[in-house]
């Protein structure tokens, strides 16, 4: 049985009174594991044909969530290809009171690592502006990569403060989730390092901190959106007593909906979700940035794109060498989007990130079965057909892995040394 910290067990035993025998008991029982399938590239049902591991049940809170067995759930092909994240069940429960959907403009304020911001990608099915953000550099990077692997093309991941988002997105975005910094309760079976860095000293440290990126929040959400607040704790100050706070110092809001998922009452290690919704307040519209690309860039970019893509990127923008589809529709500070390749010796380069948002009909591919896509995926090259000459897309039950370049029957494996296993 996971070690409790005492005062942590005295405090529930006056929060759940009678219950509180089943919540200790929660804990001689192994974490839950989860799997959330990424429907922007396979449906469940496709996945539930091709699942590389076992599932043991839905999420009975996210339609593409599921229970899952056994061990490295992120070492298999299906993962590289971006078909499922893993997450913790309970985790599941609030990127989908965010109701977030196509055209929008939202912000996933404290991202990482990519759980709950990709999700809220499926839901908007490659169109607005999402934006996520993490303040950690480290974890930032971590963010970037499973978004790259989840083919997410509408995405901006920015490492900055709340308090700098706020000056430059005031009374910008419709939906705001913010998934907030904790004291980590309900990490302590998955985490057994958060139970001695835990007291309530930090419990207020924490508090504090939530109320001042809400605040921040607050500055950035237009009249008439929606904000999600959760955590991972089961701490009163930072999850019910947080929101009667806000909801104090907000008149303008009013609170649509309140739950605490505890790990004795569902199959989870606990979070806590609030709905929001700012009854008042403007709008305000950002003009369209003037995208003004490199013309030697473009043209061997176009070049590339004739002959080996069937798909087509606009609002080119060129940064040193590399080579971008801006987003529209954002401050000018925020020049990001699908990064295409980049410029070198002449050449055009196509990026992983180019690869990993590419269905199999929209480039010349290479598919490849099991055994050869383990190959690829350690970075060895392949054999292939004599008449395959140049860049391909390399694929996997039809699911891109990266690109490879056909040279003499021999593909020869560009996928980044820091993605192989």
């Keep these: 049985m996971t070690e409790l910290p005492a005062e942590f067990i005295e405090r529930m035993k006056k929060i759940l009174g009678v219950e509180f025998e089943s919540f200790l008991q929660s804990y001689t029982r192994p974490p839950e594991k989860g799997i959330r399938v990424n429907l922007l590239k ?46 913790e ?39 607005g502006v999402l934006v996520l953000n993490e303040i950690d550099a480290k974890r930032c990077e971590i963010l970037r990569s499973n978004v790259e692997r989840t083919g997410v093309k509408n995405a901006v991941t920015l490492n900055r403060s709340p308090q700098n988002l706020a000056e430059i997105f005031y009374n910008y975005f419709d939906k705001i989730l913010v998934d907030a910094p904790c004291s980590g ?13 835990w007291s309530m000293a930090n419990v207020a440290r924490c508090a504090a901190r939530q109320t001042e990126i809400l605040n921040c929040a607050d500055k950035m959400l237009a009249g008439g959106g929606r904000l999600v607040y959760s955590t991972c704790t089961f701490a009163p100050e930072e999850d019910e007593e947080q929101i009667e706070s806000f909801l104090q110092a907000h008149a303008e809001y009013k609170l649509l909906k309140m739950q605490k998922l505890y790990p004795h009452k ?39 794109e004739k002959e080996y893509l069937n798909t087509s990127f606009g609002n080119l923008h060129l940064f040193g060498d590399k080579l971008y589809s801006l987003l529209t529709d954002l401050p000018e500070i925020m020049r990001s989007g699908v990064f295409l390749g980049e410029i070198k010796n002449g050449r055009f380069q196509p990026s992983h990130t180019l ?9 010349k591919c290479i598919e490849i079965d099991e055994n050869t896509a383990l190959k690829y995926l350690r970075g060895l090259t392949f054999d292939c057909n004599a008449d395959e000459k140049g860049w391909r897309l390399v694929t996997y ?13 021999v593909a020869k494996n560009h996928l980044p040394k820091g993605l192989r296993i």
Aim: charged share 30%.
């Design 89 to 127: 069940p309970s985790a599941m429960c609030a990127a989908p009171e965010l109701e977030a959907k196509s055209g929008e403009r939202v912000l996933d304020l404290c991202s990482a690592p990519g759980g709950k911001g990709t999700r809220l990608a499926a839901y908007m099915h490659g169109g």
């Design 185 to 197: 309760e309900g990490m302590f079976k998955k985490e057994q390092n958060a139970i001695p860095e």
């Design 266 to 304: 569902v199959r989870g290690e606990g979070h806590f979700c609030a709905v929001l919704e700012k009854t008042v307040g403007e709008r305000r519209e950002v003009c369209n940035l003037k995208f003004k690309a490199d013309k030697t860039a473009e043209k061997l970019y176009r070049e590339f």
């Design 355 to 363: 690869a990993m948002c590419l269905k199999k009909d929209e480039a």
């Design 397 to 409: 039950l039809g699911y891109p892995l990266g690109w490879c370049k056909a040279v003499g029957g």
């Design 42 to 87: 396979i449906s469940t049902e496709n996945f539930e044909k091709i699942s590389p591991i076992a599932l043991d049940g839905k999420v009975l809170w996210d339609d593409s969530g599921y229970y899952a067995k056994g061990e490295s759930l992120g070492k298999t092909i299906a993962h590289a290809a971006g078909l499922y994240y893993v997450q």
